[in-house]
């Protein structure tokens, strides 16, 4: 694999697509899913430059925190509780352009002002959720839904080799 991510420079489109072009080299399909998910966030991280990007971890009943880029946050996290316990048990995207707003929302940092979570999701189980924060309100879209969707499915496929 490749040590070096290349990333461009125009617009939020074309940020998610070059990512994607590279995953073939950033993810290896031989290393374990902490591995994985510990390059694509900080290739996240690298790409826009998020406050706060991290994975939780499926762990029974709860999602546990795994590989993040940004402030220290909680380690735990129900089912159904916050963004990220919702989007799990829903077992699909939440984007949320004013936290403050989401009932129930689980404030690691007071810094954060939106927020979209993404599940991974293998043989249509939730294993994971991608969670990425803004300091800013209304930061995500229906793009970076899409894109990171993208990225979670190429995630979710990497199961089935490890
Ligand atoms: N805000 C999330 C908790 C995780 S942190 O943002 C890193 C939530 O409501 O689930």
């Not at 399909?29 to 990007?53: C, H, R, Y």
């Not at 993040?68 to 963004?83: L, S």
């Amino acid at each position: 694999m490749s040590n070096q991510l290349f990333v461009h420079s125009g617009s939020k489109n074309e940020k998610y697509q070059f990512l994607l072009q590279q995953i073939p080299t950033l993810l290896d399909p031989q290393s374990d899913v902490i591995a994985n998910m510990a390059n694509m966030v900080a290739a996240l991280k690298e790409t826009f430059g998020f406050f706060w990007i991290g994975f939780y971890r499926v762990e029974g009943e709860q999602l546990v925190l795994g590989p993040f880029q940004g402030p220290i946050a909680c380690t735990r996290i129900a089912k159904g509780k916050g963004v990220c316990g919702v989007a799990w048990q829903k077992a699909r995207t939440h984007l949320v352009s004013n936290v403050h707003e989401f009932p129930g929302h689980i404030s690691c940092n007071d810094a954060s002002k939106s927020e979209v979570v993404v599940p991974v999701l293998v043989s249509g189980e939730v294993v994971a959720v991608l969670d990425i924060d803004s300091d800013e309100f209304a930061t995500f879209d229906t793009i970076d839904q899409e894109y990171l969707e993208k990225i979670c499915a190429c995630l979710g496929q990497l199961y089935h080799s490890y």
